[in-house]
């Protein structure tokens, strides 16, 4: 089975920084996509972004503020949040596409990790 455990949330002031961290464990062969989504009260789950093997979505919504990064070598994933807006506060979500040693892809959620710009 696989795992994504997050990390790195908290409460920020419009304008601050946090930076959350995703790993997942357990067994399989590769991982295809890792990145982030987040979903507000009231919201849908909205992408924040992803990388690929070779490219990288990120929403024009957080375009300029956030980073993502990916190490494969840790099967992890970062996301680096600048200049938060209050409109960033959301419960934000881990998300792999990863093929299994039985040569399926499935997708995978973490737990959801909030974040909260104070207003």
């Known amino acids: 089975q696989v795992q994504l455990v997050e990390s790195g949330g908290g409460s920020v002031q419009p304008g601050g920084s946090l930076t959350l961290s995703c790993a997942a464990s357990?067994?399989?062969?590769?991982?295809?996509?890792m990145g982030w989504y987040r979903q507000a009260p009231g919201a849908q789950r909205e992408l924040v972004a992803t990388v690929g093997h070779s490219n990288t979505n990120v929403a024009d919504s957080v375009k300029g503020r956030f980073t993502i990064s990916r190490d494969n070598a840790k099967n992890s994933v970062d996301l680096q949040m600048n200049s938060l807006k209050p409109e960033d506060a959301a419960v934000y979500y881990c998300y792999a596409y990863i093929l299994s040693n039985d040569g399926y892809p499935n997708s995978y959620w973490g737990q959801g990790t909030q974040v909260a710009v104070s207003s």
């Open positions: 357990g067994s399989f062969s590769k991982i295809w996509i």
